[in-house]
């Protein structure tokens, strides 16, 4: 049907948002720096060194999870219950 082309593609690109996101974490944790720098030249642009902080204007929609407070990412496994997206 027409809905199965064309109506799922947000969903797949929602999808594709979610699992890239979810490397980032990978990344960070593996503390792959070659990867990491390679994923950053993907969502990001601006990359700078400021005062000895790096700075990233993130590209969209990865600026939507720059943007979040900490807890709203959900450090533990329970960021499904997070009470910041429920209330």
Request: proline content about 3%.
């Amino acid at each position: 049907s027409d809905f199965e082309r064309k109506g799922n593609h947000w969903l797949e690109l929602t999808r594709n948002w979610i699992l890239e996101a979810n490397q980032a974490k990978n990344l960070a944790l593996q503390e792959n720096f070659s990867e990491m720098k390679n994923f950053l030249k993907k969502i990001g642009s601006n990359r700078r060194l400021a005062a000895g902080r790096l700075e990233i204007d993130f590209k969209k929609p990865f600026d939507l999870l720059a943007k979040l407070p900490a807890e709203a990412r959900g450090e533990a496994p329970s960021e499904a219950t997070n009470s910041i997206w429920w209330t």
